[in-house]
């Protein structure tokens, strides 16, 4: 059996070795080929990748700066999400074109993930928007700090707290 698997691993080395080594190949093996409607071609994969690293770009920028205040849809919550998704699907592109090449075509982007894909991912998007646009204070977290949260504990437990804090002590630094 160990015999069997080691034959199969030596094929395997041989096939890649012989497997078309161009830079700009986007060949798979007769066993994978694409399935999905984006044509696999060296222009439509750095196509994609452009697009993906100006969204990744533009998501970044946006996160960063804690969104644009121009418009009211721009925030960092929505520019960490774009970032993500864009730097998710390349990263599947890149990591089959590095240790899985043979099967590596257009549909390693997993960008055309059938209509339930799109349908959430744009189910989150518009509840994200409609949130956003409704409800504001919904989609702004703030920052949790050591004050805030032994304001919060106070609140909820009252004297019972107050009592307990000052017979055990808190030992984080300027919160009494």
Not at 39 to 57: E, K, R, W
Not at 70 to 76: E, I, K, N, P, R
Not at 89 to 116: I, P, Q, R
Request: with cysteine.
């Amino acid at each position: 059996m160990a015999s069997d698997s080691q034959e199969s691993l030596e094929a395997r080395i041989k096939q890649r070795e012989a497997a078309i080594k161009h830079p700009l190949s986007t060949i798979p093996v007769a066993t994978h080929q694409p399935l999905g409607n984006i044509p696999n071609t060296p222009l439509a994969v750095s196509t994609i990748a452009f697009l993906l690293g100006s969204a990744f770009s533009l998501g970044l920028l946006t996160f960063l700066v804690g969104g644009f205040k121009v418009y009211w849809w721009t925030s960092a919550q929505l520019g960490f999400f774009v970032a993500a998704w864009a730097g998710f699907h390349w990263g599947e592109f890149a990591v089959t074109a590095g240790w899985n090449f043979e099967k590596c075509s257009v549909d390693s982007y997993l960008l055309d993930n059938g209509a339930m894909y799109h349908i959430a991912n744009g189910a989150a998007l518009t509840e994200y928007l409609v949130t956003l646009y409704f409800k504001p204070t919904l989609k702004a977290y703030p920052y949790l700090t050591p004050i805030a949260e032994e304001s919060a504990l106070i609140k909820f437990f009252g004297d019972d707290y107050v009592k307990y804090r000052q017979r055990v002590g808190t030992m984080i630094p300027f919160v009494p």
